[in-house]
């Protein structure tokens, strides 16, 4: 488990992160997600104990980090966007001397985490001959190697190919099921599909922390409607649509190219009060004679969401 209580980091007069506090426990899997210079990057180091906090206290598993850094960085595995590794080694001698250095036995680890982290291809290669996806590999079998029961991952999937990132998803579900994980990216339908759990930190505080499903219920109970037509002007269109008494607003937007109706609108329609607005909607299209190509809701996406609460006001 991870406790965060009242942590605050600053550098020199500028507060980077400002009392921040969440608490992660076993079993886990976590998106940390916040805009650049929004102080994630700094409150994951100093959960892995990179940064000492200008004020708080972080435990691991109850050891204060600062107070028990051996102990509390035993039990966490950290793999930074960029991993720091030694270009002039060989995979299977950098794995070898980082399970060496953990006090793990290589003879044991090293065919594991090969296996899992899909290195068997590369294993002979200098690090410096590997392409990003498979150095992403070498640093999470380096953060892997001593069994950690709390895993910090930042961009754990950047420069890897769809099938690579595939893998790497697979490997974090599964590890996810015994430890705590947390993952920092900014690829947010990854955070959809691996956190069930999401925590956004915006100017170095904590603006939401829910469980994923729930995150849109309560910052994303905006909902539209996106419908395709043709048949009729755009002016037209819109006014007549925005004449309805349950509509909220109209807005052209961008659709589908339709080879059959080159000049179809697409408009994205918000209910008053959050209605349903999909009936009327049909009736003015059957009334007016205009061609209905698609007519379906659209609801916030986490982007929306993140972007709703960290954009500038």
Same mark, same amino acid.
């Given at each position: 488990m991870i406790e965060v209580s009242h942590v605050s980091k600053r550098f020199g007069e500028f507060k980077a992160v400002d009392d921040v506090s969440f608490s992660i426990p076993t079993g886990q899997i976590v998106g940390l997600l916040g805009p650049n210079g929004a102080g994630k990057s700094t409150t994951m180091r100093m959960i892995t104990g990179f940064f000492k906090p200008s004020a708080g206290t972080i435990l691991i598993?109850?050891?204060?980090?600062?107070?028990?850094?051996? *102990?509390?960085? /035993?039990?966490?595995?950290?793999?930074?966007?960029?991993?720091?590794? +030694?270009?002039?080694?060989?995979?299977?001698? +950098?794995?070898r001397y980082v399970a060496l250095m953990q006090n793990q036995n290589p003879d044991e680890k090293i065919p594991k985490l090969c296996e899992e982290c899909g290195l068997k291809e590369v294993m002979h290669k200098n690090i410096s001959e590997l392409s990003r996806g498979y150095? /992403?590999?070498?640093? %999470?079998?380096?953060?892997?190697?001593?069994?950690?029961?709390?895993?910090? %991952?930042?961009?754990?999937?950047?420069?890897?190919?769809?099938?690579q990132i595939e893998d790497v998803r697979n490997l974090i579900?599964?590890?996810?099921?015994?430890?705590?994980?947390?993952?920092?990216?900014?690829?947010l339908s990854e955070v959809e599909m691996l956190c069930g759990r999401v925590i956004i930190i915006s100017k170095g505080k904590v603006v939401a922390d829910s469980p994923t499903a729930e995150l849109r219920e309560r910052y994303g109970h905006a909902e539209t409607v996106?419908?395709?037509?043709?048949?009729?002007?755009? *002016?037209?269109?819109?006014?007549?649509?925005?004449?309805?008494?349950?509509?909220?607003?109209?807005?052209?937007? /961008?659709?589908?190219?339709?080879e059959s109706a080159p000049n179809a609108?697409?408009?994205?329609?918000?209910?008053?009060?959050?209605?349903?607005?999909?009936?009327?909607?049909?009736?003015?299209?059957? *009334?007016?004679?205009?061609?209905? +190509?698609?007519?379906?809701?659209?609801?916030?996406?986490?982007?929306?969401?993140?972007?709703?609460?960290?954009?500038?006001?």
């Open positions: 598993d109850g050891l204060d980090i600062e107070k028990n850094p051996v *102990e509390a960085k /035993q039990k966490i595995g950290y793999m930074p966007e960029s991993a720091p590794l +030694y270009a002039d080694m060989i995979v299977e001698e +950098y794995l150095k /992403q590999r070498v640093g %999470l079998a380096h953060s892997l190697m001593n069994d950690p029961e709390i895993l910090i %991952l930042d961009e754990p999937t950047s420069g890897l190919d769809p099938n579900r599964e590890i996810g099921k015994t430890r705590t994980v947390i993952i920092s990216t900014h690829i996106f419908i395709q037509i043709d048949g009729v002007a755009e *002016e037209e269109a819109k006014e007549s649509i925005s004449s309805i008494n349950t509509v909220d607003s109209c807005t052209l937007t /961008q659709g589908d190219r339709i609108l697409s408009f994205l329609v918000s209910a008053k009060d959050g209605g349903e607005i999909r009936p009327d909607l049909f009736r003015l299209c059957a *009334e007016k004679n205009w061609t209905i +190509y698609e007519l379906s809701v659209r609801k916030n996406s986490l982007e929306d969401i993140f972007h709703g609460l960290t954009i500038e006001n």
